[in-house]
Structures are given as C-alpha cells and as structure tokens.
C-alpha cells in the first residue's frame, strides 16, 4: 500500500492552515491513501465554526487525487475527529476519546467514542488521535478488530517529541501492526508542533521519517505476517481482572493517595445496584466522564436489608460487586455497612460526588461536606425509565 504523509504548519487563521494543504494536496503524486494530522483541515483555532468547515470539506474534494485520511471537527458533535474523505464520499473513521486536559476542554471539544477499523483495497485500517496514544487499550482494541496499520494523527508538541516517537514504536511492537504517527507544524497558543511524522513497521524499526512537506512509503503487509507468526499471542486482549476492582478500604484509600497525587480526581458515587440495568450503566458512564477515577461505595447485603427490607437483596453483596467491576467505566468498588455512606466520604474525600438528579442537593449524603473543601457535587438524571424495584414487580406480575 502506497501512503503519502502531508506535514505543514499550523496557523492562527483557519484559512491559512487550509490553504497550507490544499497547496501539498495539488503537489502530491497518487498514492492508495494520504494522511494529514489531527485537526489538519483547519488547526486548533476556530476548528469547531461550522460556517469554515461546511466551505472546506468541498474545496478539499474538488482538489483530491487520491483518498484522504484527516483530522477535522465534528461540528455536530463538538468532537475532534478523523474523516476518510475521497471525490464521492466523507466518512467519520475516529473520535479522539481522550482530550488534553486543560486544552481540548477549553477549545470546546468533548470526548468521543472508538470507532471501528475501515477497510480501504482491502486493508484494515485502525485510526487514533493525538493524546489517545498514551493509551494503550485504544491500539489493542482496533487491532483485535482486524486493524493491519494504525494512523495517530496528532498536533504533538515538540518538547515532547521524543515521547511521540516512542509511544508509537511501542504500539507497533506490542500489536505487530505497522504504526504511523502524522505530526503537525507550527504553533497553538504559543506552543510549538513538532512535526517529524515517523513510521515503524511490526518489529518496531524506523521505514519513514518526514521533516515537512509531502513523504511518500510503501506498506508491505509480508512482514506483518511474519511478525504474527512468531508473536500471535501479544494481539489478544487481557480482561481487566475484577479481583483489582473491588477492594477493601484500606487497600483503596493507597490507590486514591497515590492517583490523587498525581493529580487525578477521583468521582464516588454509592448504590444498592441490585439488578444492574440500562439506566444504571448510562449514570455511571457519566459519572465516569467527570473526572479521572471512578469509585463506587456498594451498599453491603445488611445494609440494603435495613434500607429495601428483610427481600432485598435479590443478588448477594459479592455477585452485586462483581457485575459492577466488569464494567469498564467502573475503576474501583468498595462496601460500606451502614445505611448510608458518609463515613466513607469522609475518609476517600471525593473531589466530584454523584447522585442522580432525582436527590436535591440539599438531601445528598455528604454533599456539604464535599463542597466545604472545594469539591463539587454533581446530580445526573436517568437516561432511562427504569428502576430494580419496578422490575420486580414486572417479573412478581408475570408469575402471578
């Protein structure tokens, strides 16, 4: 597979960055895909004006040779994301699940989803934006897909540079796919883009190197093959083991020390979560969305006898847990025994507290408390008309 890289600088004026690629977009030779960095079609200032976007995609596609892969704003969305455009076609390919902190925020970017692998002459294509590099599930997730070659389009800081390069050797090696990272130029408030977009093949070795302008590589998927064949296993995934989710307090309270000191907010949120439903997993997915880490203080099975009745539970405090740790938006689980959990509030210290908006304010255990040190309290609505008591009483109905 042919692939042409586009590097060029970044400028203040959205236009002026367009124009930098529409220029390498009339110069560049045929190729079965070029690739452009994240947020490419614009750059960083004004990326999320729909009036510029709407003019743009249809400029870029009036000049194209050849299929392009780059990084724009999903409008709609307010995501920054990756498109697969071509003279027919635009087609959302990646979200940036992970957004810098403290600047994709401010610029009004919100956090995507992963989107699947596309297929182009064939080829499983695999595609990650920016910071979600540093995270090393998104890479082994598109590969268990199918992905042969991974893209991160990124506007990656040059002081950084180094850490650019190696994460995306790393990736290549740990997935046996080819890894190649398209780096941006010139400044985003103030800070300097790198460049140097880099390939590595499956063994992790250097096959491209672009200081600026249009490079040109070819794919050869034999050595893909022959990497598998000796690392086959190192392409699988490894389930999060649940015994590292629920956790005694002690043991916890060291983990939220250490995550805390290293600047990470901790989210808590508490329940009974007895018949774990559609409206609990979009609670807590939000919840999770609100900060770092996300621990759940679990109603122990004497607790929920006090509060529900001598019925409830209907699935013991270990089976209850369990459930909640296989989630992946869930990072920890912990129990409490008393009928409610403001003692554990008080020891974890929680810099956001979540309940659902059905609570006031002033009734949310803890909430005071929380606030008095600068945390903040958040209430979010159900996304569903559910509830464990009313599908009791649908399956008691039903037996009847």
């Known amino acids: 597979m042919k692939i042409g890289i586009l ?6 004026e959205p236009e002026k960055t367009l124009a930098g690629l529409l220029e390498l977009l009339e110069k560049a030779p045929e190729a079965d895909l070029v690739v452009a960095p994240e947020l490419g079609i614009s750059g960083y ?17 009036k000049k194209l040779k050849s299929p392009l892969l780059i990084g724009g704003a999903d409008i709609s969305k307010a995501k920054s994301a990756a498109w697969l455009i071509t003279p027919e ?8 699940i992970n957004l810098f902190p403290g600047f994709d925020e401010k610029k009004g970017f919100k956090p ?5 692998p596309f297929t182009l002459k ?15 599930e998104i890479a082994k997730k598109l590969v268990a897909e199918g992905a042969h070659v991974l893209f991160c389009l990124a506007a990656w800081p040059k002081a950084r540079l180094p850490h650019f390069h190696t994460l995306l050797r790393t990736r290549a090696i740990e997935n046996q796919v080819f890894c190649l990272g398209v780096n941006a130029r010139g400044q985003v408030e103030g800070i300097e883009l790198g460049g140097q977009s ?26 893909l093959e022959k990497a598998r064949q000796l690392f086959v296993t190192s392409r699988t995934v490894s389930p999060s083991l649940l015994s590292e989710k629920i956790l005694p307090l002690e043991e916890l309270c060291q983990r939220v020390r ?10 808590f949120t508490n329940g009974c979560f007895d018949l774990l439903h559609a409206g609990h997993v979009s609670y807590l997915a939000r919840a999770r969305e609100a900060g770092d880490f996300l621990v759940i203080g679990l109603n122990s099975d004497a607790s929920v006898k ?7 539970p209907i699935n013991p405090q270990e089976n209850r847990a369990k459930v909640l740790a296989a989630l992946s938006v869930v990072d920890y689980v912990v129990f409490f025994d008393e009928d409610t959990p403001e003692k554990l509030i008080k020891t974890l210290r929680p810099d956001i507290l979540v309940k659902g908006a059905d609570w006031p304010e002033e009734k949310i255990v803890g909430a005071s408390f929380v606030k008095s040190y600068g945390g903040k309290v958040l209430r979010i609505p159900f996304e569903h008309e559910i509830s464990t008591t009313k599908i009791i009483e649908k399956i008691r109905k039903n037996e009847a």
């Open 7 to 12: 590097e060029y600088p970044f400028y203040a």
């Open 112 to 116: 995507g989803r992963l989107l699947p």
């Open 45 to 61: 200032e004004k990326a999320l004006e729909a009036s510029f976007l709407k003019k743009a995609f249809p400029t870029i596609q």
């Open 122 to 136: 064939g080829v499983p294509i695999g595609v990650f934006i920016c910071y979600d590099l540093r995270f090393p």
């Open 258 to 267: 250490r995550r805390k000191a290293l600047g990470q907010k901790l989210v």
């Open 198 to 223: 880099v390939a590595f093949d499956p063994w992790g070795k250097i096959i491209s190197e672009s200081f600026g302008g249009i490079t040109l590589l070819e794919l050869d998927f034999s050595a």
């Open 89 to 96: 076609s635009i087609t959302k390919v990646a979200e940036k």
């Open 306 to 312: 006090r509060i529900k009745g001598p019925e409830r």
